[in-house]
């Protein structure tokens, strides 16, 4: 009986640190979430139809709004705007690694930065294969860990990389993807980046970067001129802690998965802080590591919320 | 006060050791029940049947291949590094001489195994001789990662072949080697009674560094390689989670693991038992030896080999000093970028550290019972733990506490579920057999004298082991602990699976390791040499603590047992 008075001690500061934990973050704790901006979420863990094995990179098409998932397990599978599964294909080849973005253009092509292979692969909607380009190596239209694929206005197509070569290559429209130049070059300095993981052009053609090493975000012209960058390191307004992607609202504002911070930020122009969503954690609207956003047509907001293995739609 | 303080220890580490108990059996138990086929959570696409998941496919087997040829690779690699080592270690002198070369040496394993692997991989890519060198030798062709990853293991890995081995030497192999040079040449008693002597030492450390090898995640996806089991486990487990019942699919599905790693400890076990039969029959350097005397080539050896311990500093000092920013600013930068992950990490390392200071005085005895075998029993249980994939360690904790059906559903997410106790709980699962390990190895070069005389002095159970035997095994436990927070700090799978989301942070170690995937970064760079620190402390402590200890254990030399 007198070892009962120390397996009370021991329940009993089980219990206090487990209440603690209730009050603060628990479902109907002090920090709880609200979720009432999810319009619906699609996906969960898994290798089958409709499930991610953490999925890393997301594009929504800017013609009919049909989404776009990547994961861990090589395979890209196509969704509609609600979410419902469609279609999926695999990557050539996935022994050295996966892909970790990918871009959408104006006519349904799929473009995959096919990051360990050093290359990026087109395919149809469908996934069949259109063309292939890149090689291994720092040279022009070569990568060495290509990130993400954005384009411009025009089609002129953007290809961010990383690796110890980190910057923004530009190639010319389909269906020619002719090097035209490099830019961002040079890590910390003004104008250079680390590790660009996300790309998207405004309507006024301005190409937004999430500089993620360097936590901020960074813009240029479509010539590849850099003009100004907000952000520091952080999780208050105004901070980030390694952005991951970036993507432009119809209202010209930006929205920029913190992948650090867990939550979605939501910026002007100009860098200030519009609004925030989401906290750390599994609940439905709370994210865990968000690799990706897009913004669709319909102008609700694809997150990836890549460690919960699944998609939630945002209206926001 | 004491007395109390050790009642709540052992009373907290029996708790644990029951919980676990029941859990491991519960896991076994229900995977022994529903057999190989797995039934679906959710409708999709039909579950594999038995024989599949049996089975070994073309890609299993070169998985498997792959994984053994690494870890053999690992296991070579670390009986070169620790060879001159040992000779250094089993001539040191002195306390503060052998804390330092005993520190110097354990430290490596005390580090995350992706920070090892991140130093080379910098140096690898570095516009200097050394990384020249490095590629001249082919480390960045495709074909050599498999070989590349095998000696970042062995760098990782190396303390522990040392470790024992020196041990086992100045026990039991130079006495022997010394006795048989009275009538043989020396390279005759070398090899017919030296080497012998320490055969069982070397298979105990062999299949030990073949398991952590197998077991390993982290260092061959730095090296692109994707395909080793312990890599492929991870998708597994995201694969199982359309399973009802995923950790038994997941037992089921990686019985190769599971048989292999049972051979290692069960090599590791016979090599461990044959030693101490033969300690037994020296009487630990019964001739008086004195530990073997170094000369210039074996001096300039050692110092290598310690210069790998220290490696991965230099790495990141030279990183650090050379990148374009100022020192201080990359690490506040890192330290802001990851200060949060770094306090849980602390706090559940440290929380760890007191689970296995209570398993550790959950073990301790007074010797009243001769034929108590609890102890022995909790370290086999924490021995089975260790031997389980971690993966599936850390995927058996979720669904044990996912099930604990006699806990409230309100409060199932409080103190189960993405809580900091699952994560404390797992990481001292899979480690604590270092602290009963320790303490049951000291336990058995103490005699029963002091408490017998405390018995005669009226003295009753409870005073006799807080007064007698927690004194006499403090350094042993405080060891112990220390150990086990170390390694819970630079604990990868487990981790990534149980560390909450939302509480104070994430896994530092699981945080820097997917930053360290995307290459150099001055703020990455910055944080592994911070993580260097608790580790170096970790050891040196764990290497002053056992140099001095009272009771003889493995770091112990026989000088001071007699």
């Avoid at chain 1, 705007?81 to 892909?99: A, F, I, L, Q």
């Avoid at chain 2, 930068?333 to 992950?341: E, I, Q, W």
């Avoid at chain 2, 249980?381 to 506490?401: C, Y």
Wanted: hydrophobic fraction near 50%.
């Amino acid at each position: 009986m007198r070892h009962m008075r120390y397996v009370a001690i021991v329940m009993l500061g089980i219990a206090a640190a487990a209440a603690g934990w209730q009050v603060l973050l628990g479902p109907h704790g002090l920090l709880a979430n609200d979720a009432s901006r999810v319009v619906t979420t699609f996906g969960t863990a898994g290798m089958g139809r409709g499930e991610f094995a953490y999925p890393r990179g997301l594009a929504v098409s800017p013609i009919d709004g049909r989404v776009f998932v990547v994961d861990k397990a090589a395979r890209i599978q196509r969704f509609d705007s609600d979410g419902r599964y469609e279609t999926e294909w695999r990557m050539p080849e996935w022994d050295n690694g996966k892909p970790t973005g990918l871009g959408v253009d104006r006519d349904n092509r799929v473009w995959v930065a096919d990051t360990h292979y050093s290359r990026v692969i087109v395919f149809d909607r469908d996934g069949r294969e259109l063309k292939r380009f890149g090689e291994p190596g720092e040279g022009d239209g070569q990568f060495l860990w290509p990130t993400t694929v954005a384009f411009d206005p025009d089609g002129n197509v953007f290809v961010g990389e990383y690796g110890g070569n980190d910057r923004i290559n530009k190639f010319s429209p389909w269906p020619e993807c002719r090097f035209i130049i490099s830019f961002a070059r040079g890590a910390v300095e003004e104008g250079g980046v680390s590790r660009p993981q996300g790309l998207a052009f405004d309507a006024d053609g301005v190409l937004w970067v999430t500089d993620a090493s360097n936590h901020r975000v960074s813009r240029y012209d479509r010539d590849g001129n850099y003009l100004g960058s907000f952000g520091v390191i952080g999780g208050g307004a105004g901070e980030f802690r390694y952005p991951y992607d970036v993507a432009v609202r119809s209202d010209q504002t930006l929205v920029i998965s913190d992948y650090g911070n867990n939550r979605v930020v939501r910026v002007g122009r100009d860098g200030r802080t519009l609004g925030a969503w989401g906290r750390e954690g599994r609940d439905v609207g709370c994210v865990l590591h968000a690799w990706s956003l897009d913004v669709g047509p319909n102008g609700r907001m694809y997150v990836l919320d890549s460690w919960n293995n699944r998609v939630q739609v945002v209206a926001w | 006060m004491l007395i109390h303080v050790v009642r709540l220890g052992r009373t907290a580490g029996w708790m644990l050791i029951l919980f676990l108990t029941c859990a491991i059996a519960f896991v076994l138990l229900r995977a022994a029940v529903t057999g190989p086929a797995p039934t679906l959570a959710r409708p999709g696409l039909p579950p594999p049947a038995a024989w599949e998941v049996l089975s070994l496919s073309a890609r299993d087997v070169r998985i498997i291949g792959k994984t053994l040829a690494i870890a053999g690779g690992a296991v070579v690699g670390s009986f070169l590094l620790a060879a001159p080592a040992v000779l250094a270690l089993a001539a040191a002198r002195g306390r503060l001489g052998r804390t330092l070369l005993y520190g110097l040496t354990a430290w490596p394993l005390l580090t995350p195994p992706s920070v090892i692997a991140y130093a080379w991989t910098l140096l690898a890519t570095q516009q200097s001789w050394a990384g020249h060198v490095l590629t001249a030798l082919g480390w960045h062709r495709t074909g050599a990662a498999p070989v590349v990853s095998a000696w970042l293991q062995a760098a990782w890995l190396w303390p522990i072949p040392a470790l024992i081995l020196s041990s086992a030497v100045r026990a039991w192999g130079l006495p022997a080697y010394r006795m048989a040079l009275l009538d043989a040449r020396p390279s005759v008693a070398l090899s017919r009674a030296g080497l012998p002597a320490v055969r069982g030492a070397g298979l105990a450390a062999a299949g030990i560094v073949f398991l952590l090898s197998i077991q390993d995640a982290a260092i061959p996806p730095i090296m692109l390689i994707q395909d080793t089991w312990s890599s492929d486990m991870l998708m597994e487990v995201t694969r199982a989670a359309r399973f009802a019942d995923s950790t038994s699919f997941l037992l089921w599905r990686s019985w190769p693991m599971i048989g292999l790693a049972a051979l290692a400890a069960g090599a590791a076990w016979l090599g461990w038992g044959r030693g101490w039969s033969r300690s037994g029959a020296t009487a630990a350097d019964e001739t008086g030896a004195s530990g073997p005397r170094m000369r210039g080539w074996s001096i300039a050896a050692a110092a290598l080999a310690f210069g790998v311990s220290v490696f991965p500093v230099i790495v990141f000092v030279g990183e650090v000093s050379s990148a374009d920013r100022p020192a201080r600013e990359l690490f506040g930068t890192g330290l802001t970028a990851h200060a949060r992950d770094f306090a849980a990490s602390l706090i559940v390392a440290a929380l760890a550290g007191l689970c296995g200071a209570a398993l550790a005085l959950a073990v301790i005895d007074t010797g009243a019972r001769p034929r108590n075998r609890r102890p022995r029993a909790a370290l086999a249980l924490f021995l089975l733990l260790a031997v389980m994939p971690p993966v599936i360690l850390g995927r058996a904790m979720i669904d044990v506490f996912d099930r604990a059906w006699f806990v409230p559903q309100r409060w199932h997410w409080s103190i189960y579920v993405d809580s900091p106790l699952a994560w404390t709980v797992g990481v001292a699962a899979r480690f604590g057999f270092l602290p009963i390990g320790l303490v049951l190895a000291a336990r058995r070069w103490l005699g029963d004298e002091t408490a017998e005389q405390a018995r005669v002095d009226r003295a009753t159970e409870d005073e006799i082991l807080a007064h007698v035997r927690a004194r006499q095994l403090v350094r042993p436990i405080v060891a112990g602990a220390l150990l086990t927070a170390c390694m819970a700090l630079a604990e990868l799978q487990v981790s990534s699976l149980l560390a909450p989301p939302g509480w104070i942070g994430g896994s530092l170690a699981v945080a820097l390791d997917q930053q360290i995937h995307f290459g150099r970064n001055a703020q990455v760079v910055a944080m592994s040499l911070l993580l260097t620190l608790p580790a170096m402390l970790g050891a040196m402590a764990v290497a002053w603590l056992m140099s001095g200890a009272a009771a003889g254990a493995a770091f112990k030399s026989p000088r001071s047992v007699r």
